[in-house]
């Protein structure tokens, strides 16, 4: 096994304290997000969350030698690649996807076996571990008709066939709800959901004494 990187160089702005979460750690975020790296508090009060050692899992890439600490938590479980001072991983990319503990068997997963490897370039993952995608499913289930009358043919009749009358609707089709106004089907299986954005914590880098000025 490899030995861990070094520590990063001290941030770029003078500590009041240390930020006791550990790197790695991912949370959701559900405000405005300053794309740049300048400044703590714009004017629109947009968070810049770099600034606070934290950056947008959005599966960017990142230079080995400049995030340490990440690197070491992470290595190509989500991508990477590159040689020597080129060398990069990726950010794990959570846009559009439910988070899942993962799991050894499949007592609690049961489309364990389904997993797939990151779909990343270079990632190098378990097919089934920490970092594995699974595509969305339906559960098996089935249904049961009844009131259909009509008549059919009695073997080895050949003589015209009562067409059936169903009694009920047909479970194929798009649905909404008793309004009429709003889909129930559509191109996936999802329950209800708010949009964040999840935030991985990058380094340690305290409060900005910045913020208390």
């Known amino acids: ?27 959701p975020f559900a405000g405005r997000i300053v794309a740049g790296k300048d400044g703590f ?11 606070w050692g934290w950056m947008i899992c959005n599966g960017r890439k990142l230079a080995c030698g400049d995030y ?18 080129e060398r990069f991983f990726c950010l794990p990319d959570y846009r559009g ?10 007592q609690v ?9 990151n779909p990343a370039p270079g990632a190098d993952g378990a097919a089934n571990g920490l970092g594995s995608v699974q595509e969305g499913m339906v559960q098996m289930h089935e249904h049961q008709y ?16 009562n067409p059936s009358s169903p009694q009920q609707p047909y ?18 299986t999802r329950p209800v959901n708010i949009a964040v954005n999840y935030l991985i914590k990058y380094a340690s880098l305290g409060w900005p004494l910045q913020l208390h000025r």
């Open 109 to 117: 997963d049961k489309g364990f076996q389904e997993r797939r490897q």
């Open 171 to 188: 479970t194929t089709g798009l649905y909404t709800d008793s309004s009429g106004t709003t889909s129930l089907s559509g191109t996936e």
């Open 97 to 106: 996807y439910f988070l899942r503990g993962v799991a050894t068997d499949n």
């Open 68 to 85: 340490p600490e990440l690197y070491a938590a992470l290595g190509n479980l989500y991508g990477g690649g590159g040689e020597g001072s």
């Open 146 to 161: 009844e009131n259909y009358p009509g008549g059919g043919a009695a073997p080895g009749d050949t003589g015209p066939v």
């Open 41 to 51: 508090a714009p004017a629109d009060f947009s968070t810049n969350v770099e600034a």
């Open 1 to 27: 096994m490899p030995p861990a990187p070094p520590l990063p160089p001290a941030p770029p702005f003078p500590l009041a304290r240390h930020d006791w979460l550990p790197v790695g750690v991912v949370l």
